[in-house]
């Protein structure tokens, strides 16, 4: 390995990639039965970007994987149980209502933004080609949120207290984006990757500005959080949709498709 | 077809001197290869046989989405699962472009998607059949996407403008569905025994369905004749059934996928393949409501228009607060 040109670490790109693949997967459950064709069509582009960016983030993963003679993005995706995949928490909360499903990618937009601008200065270059690639289409994934959050919260009586529940809903699994652990602090030395804890504020900024807008009260910033997703213990919703998702490869092992 | 058996609201073909002066220089304008136009004159029933027509081949591209939506999220890599999702998202667009193309018309996209949630308009028979299995994501592709085709590219020819133009978008995309749909055959039928038998499987399940979707037989089809004067239909039912099992015989020889029928054979006399009759009693019970898939394809849909009204409402309700003010200082 060059020293001069540090590699993120196998289970940091993990990370990154599974974030993309799960909430991909979750919107990809929306196919076909949208509320307007038009929403269809916008919310499957970002699920396109996304499992685009899944793809990446897995293959340079298996490149690194130390485990193996290096795993493929399928085999990364497929044949990993629960307690190994390392997203977050809020992007395996389960689709609900299309309220939840659009507060929840707003949440995570924003901190995603914030993130691939980080990861675009990275010292690894493979990291910041992907994501600087990815930064364009999370731009626009983050103003087509941040947008309807505005125009729902700020819609009718109906539409402002389905988007309030959801925000109530899903902040408690906004902490764990900015608390940062061993592998936060590696990555963050070396230059590949960076501190969590420094998106806070920003991501708090920018939340608050377009819950501002959208006529939605922000729950205190202070509130109890959960975590785990980034080291392995999810919630139960993500067994359901791994089972779903894996399938094919596990009731077919070796078949190629 | 994605519009079967569309109600031209005339059991026969008017002859000229039948017609009105207005009519017959319509006809003629047909005759001559001239597009109509939506501001251009046009007879009643031809503007409400096209409503029904482009209406039913919409509806048919929005619900065509959900059988295959069913195996989006269980799609065996990511490679496959970002092609399937990019395709059914092309679907969408196409039921887009045909709205706006039948709205020409002077009918609305709720009105058509309230005549499509009571059951008054149709879509097509096909997509009351069940996705069983990953081949059938491939089965879709490879003989419903194809089935299209055949009957899409002379519509690139119709007399009616907007809907020719339609056409010819969505033909270059549903080329590539095919395509998509007869690699993933390709990939079962070089896999493992299990694999095949799947591909196998969800060929004898979907072959008749789609033998089908071309409409009954010629002799039976009361409305192709008037259709065809206006040339909003450019080949009759039967022959483009015969184009269909004449291109895709091959394509199932060369998988080493045999079709379910025991009269197909080749006519060296005729020049092409000679094929049995598909049970069209079970056609017309799928019109009429009783496929498989009729009420879960209904009810999806139903559901997705109920359950998304606060969110079209909302946007309603903020465009109108925030133009308003804007209105005003206009006015
Ligand atoms: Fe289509
Ligand atoms: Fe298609």
């Known amino acids: 390995m060059d020293a001069a040109k540090p590699a993120a670490p196998f289970e940091y790109l993990l990370r990154l990639g599974d974030n993309a693949l799960v909430l991909s997967q979750r919107l990809s459950e929306w196919c076909g039965k949208g509320p307007a064709l038009e929403e269809d069509m916008a919310l499957t582009n970002v699920a396109l970007d996304l499992i685009g960016q899944a793809r990446l983030w897995l293959s340079y993963a298996g490149e690194l994987d130390s485990a193996g003679a290096g795993r493929s993005e399928d085999e990364l995706a497929f044949l990993r149980d629960a307690g190994e995949f390392r997203n977050l928490l809020l992007v395996e909360q389960p689709n609900g209502s299309y309220a939840d499903t659009l507060m929840r990618q707003f949440l995570f937009d924003a901190w995603h933004a914030l993130a691939l601008r980080e990861l675009a200065a990275s010292a690894d270059p493979r990291v910041a080609e992907i994501a600087a690639k990815a930064q364009k289409e999370v731009a626009y994934h983050l103003r087509r949120s941040s947008d309807l959050v505005v125009r729902l919260g700020d819609g009718t009586e109906k539409s402002r207290a389905m988007m309030q529940a959801a925000l109530e809903q899903l902040w408690p699994y906004t902490g764990e984006m900015f608390q940062g652990d061993a592998l936060d602090r590696d990555a963050a030395a070396s230059g590949a990757g960076f501190d969590p804890a420094g998106l806070r504020a920003p991501w708090l900024d920018y939340v608050g500005e377009v819950l501002a807008e959208a006529t939605l009260k922000q729950p205190p910033a202070e509130a109890w959080m959960h975590s785990g997703g980034k080291q392995g213990r999810h919630t139960e919703k993500l067994g359901f949709l791994l089972a779903e998702m894996q399938f094919l490869q596990r009731a077919y092992p070796g078949a190629r498709w | ?331």
């Open chain 2, 1 to 331: 077809m994605y519009a079967q058996m569309v109600d031209t609201g005339a059991k026969r073909v008017r002859a000229a001197e039948e017609m009105d002066a207005d009519e017959r220089a319509f006809q003629e304008r047909i005759d001559r290869g001239v597009k109509i136009e939506p501001k251009d004159f046009m007879p009643e029933h031809y503007r409400k046989t096209l409503i029904r027509q482009i209406s039913q081949h919409a509806h048919s591209e929005i619900v065509g989405q959900l059988p295959e939506g069913n195996w989006v999220t269980r799609a065996p890599t990511l490679k496959r699962k970002a092609i399937l999702l990019a395709k059914i998202q092309d679907e969408a667009g196409h039921g887009l472009y045909l709205y706006s193309a039948a709205e020409t018309l002077g009918i609305s996209r709720d009105q058509m998607l309230a005549d499509l949630h009571s059951g008054k308009a149709k879509y097509s028979s096909i997509f009351n059949y069940p996705t069983l299995s990953w081949a059938d994501i491939g089965a879709i592709g490879w003989l419903v996407d194809g089935a299209a085709i055949m009957n899409q590219i002379p519509l690139c020819r119709c007399s009616f403008g907007p809907y020719a133009r339609a056409m010819t978008r969505v033909c270059k995309e549903e080329s590539f569905h095919q395509r998509q749909g007869y690699d993933i055959m390709i990939a079962l039928c070089r896999g493992t025994p299990e694999q095949k038998a799947m591909a196998q499987d969800a060929l004898n399940r979907w072959w008749w369905p789609v033998v089908m979707m071309f409409g009954p037989p010629d002799e039976q089809s009361v409305h192709s004749a008037q259709s065809a004067q206006w040339k909003i239909k450019l080949f009759s039912n039967d022959e483009l059934r015969q184009r269909f099992v004449d291109q895709t015989v091959p394509q199932a020889e060369y998988l080493g996928l045999s079709i379910p029928d025991q009269a197909l054979k080749w006519n060296a006399q005729r020049g092409h393949y000679d094929f049995g009759q598909p049970d069209w009693n079970e056609f017309f019970e799928v019109i009429k409501g009783n496929g498989p898939c009729n009420r879960d394809r209904l009810a999806t849909r139903v559901k997705a228009a109920a359950d998304g009204a606060w969110f079209r409402e909302a946007l309603v309700a903020h465009a109108a607060k925030h133009q308003a003010p804007q209105a005003q200082k206009a006015a």
